[in-house]
């Protein structure tokens, strides 16, 4: 096997895409698009947690220094993209963790996109008021 430096994956979720990137024999750093992670998701704790959230699940927060692009979408559905781009990089890295991260339900990408707006329509569904006379 040739020499790893480290190990890629795609995330994607809404319109938003994250890739992660996992350096072995780290101090547990996370940098978001060249910024520390608590910086780029502007302190937001929940969110910083639910970011490294298959980190947590699977014990390895200290084994890798984590740099993640991600580009499209709103911080939901950010986030979202860069949690199951690091869980897609651990299962490549470790085959063992792939049925801890899948029973957490971290494996799965959310599918679900914005319905684009019909003719005719005021939204996607929505329509004019109807009038009696």
Same mark, same amino acid.
């Given at each position: ?7 890629? =994956? ?14 072995? %024999? ?8 060249? $910024? ?34 991600? @580009?499209? %979408? %709103? ?12 869980? $897609? =990089? ?12 899948? $029973? ?9 996109? $914005?319905?684009?707006? @019909? ?15």
């Amino acid at each position: 096997m040739a020499d790893v430096r480290y190990i890629y =994956a795609l995330g994607r979720r809404k319109s938003a895409t994250a890739t992660a990137r996992l350096f072995p %024999g780290g101090k547990g750093s996370l940098t978001i698009n060249d $910024k520390p992670a608590a910086e780029y998701l502007s302190g937001n704790s929940s969110l910083l947690a639910e970011v490294t959230d298959p980190l947590a699940v699977t014990g390895k927060q200290k084994e890798f220094d984590i740099t993640i692009l991600v @580009k499209g %979408g %709103g911080f939901a559905g950010q986030v979202d993209a860069i949690k199951l781009a690091i869980a $897609k =990089a651990l299962t490549t890295a470790h085959s063992d963790l792939r049925p801890t991260l899948k $029973k957490a339900d971290l494996l799965k990408r959310d599918s679900r996109e $914005k319905e684009r707006k @019909k003719y005719g329509l005021r939204s996607a569904r929505k329509r004019e008021q109807f009038s009696k006379r």
